[in-house]
């Protein structure tokens, strides 16, 4: 902020508010195991597009002292949890700040930083689970309310079993073949080319 003389002024005000969140957040714990099971199955719901293909999957979870259900699309370009606000606020949503971020129907949007007292994914369950939040609706039919990155089941292998609909969470075990792959941002990239030209890093982006 101090050499910032000649920035967009979008630009100043993120990092301003995500100083602020920052600052609020301070040295407290976030995603806080409270029971981590060592074998996790979450059926998978799936989402349709309007000419019947398969466009994203969606899991159930539950958030705030009351565990409330959410449907969040499991989104692997995401870093984190995100949820609406609307449906944030009914699972007593604690703000800790607001940023900017941009992307986006509206491209510049206010975005909301806190945490829900509780989040579990079937047996998995975690205190202060650190939430983004903004009013954006991401499905106009309501089929899911937010999404799902890979953050909160880190250490877990994660299998997609799309013949039986389900996501599966194991420990890790031996390394296992397949393409390698960077975590860039808390975003996961895989390498790929086409024609015989040079390759470069794609977003695998479930979501």
Do not use: C
């Not at 705030?64 to 995100?82: E, F, I, R, S």
């Not at 689970?129 to 292998?157: C, M, N, Q």
């Amino acid at each position: 902020l101090e050499h910032s003389a000649g920035d967009a002024p979008d630009r100043i005000d993120d990092a301003r508010g995500t100083l602020g969140v920052l600052n609020e957040l301070g040295q407290r714990a976030v995603w806080i195991p409270v029971r981590r099971p060592e074998r996790v199955e979450l059926p998978l719901r799936l989402v349709w597009d309007p000419g019947g293909a398969v466009v994203g999957y969606v899991v159930e979870a539950r958030a705030g002292p009351k565990d409330k259900p959410v449907g969040l699309l499991l989104d692997t370009g995401n870093a984190g949890l995100y949820v609406i606000q609307r449906m944030a606020r009914k699972r007593d949503f604690t703000l800790l700040g607001e940023t900017t971020t941009f992307g986006g129907k509206d491209r510049r949007q206010q975005v909301q930083r806190g945490f829900f007292s509780s989040f579990a994914l079937g047996d998995l369950r975690y205190e202060s689970a650190l939430v983004t939040s903004t009013r954006e609706e991401l499905d106009p039919t309501g089929r899911f309310h937010g999404l799902l990155g890979l953050s909160p089941i880190a250490g877990y292998k994660v299998t997609l079993d799309l013949a039986r609909r389900s996501l599966l969470l194991e420990p890790p075990g031996e390394l296992l073949e397949g393409e390698r792959y960077w975590i860039v941002g808390g975003q996961i990239l895989v390498e790929a080319w086409a024609d015989g030209e040079e390759p470069g890093l794609f977003l695998l982006d479930t979501g």
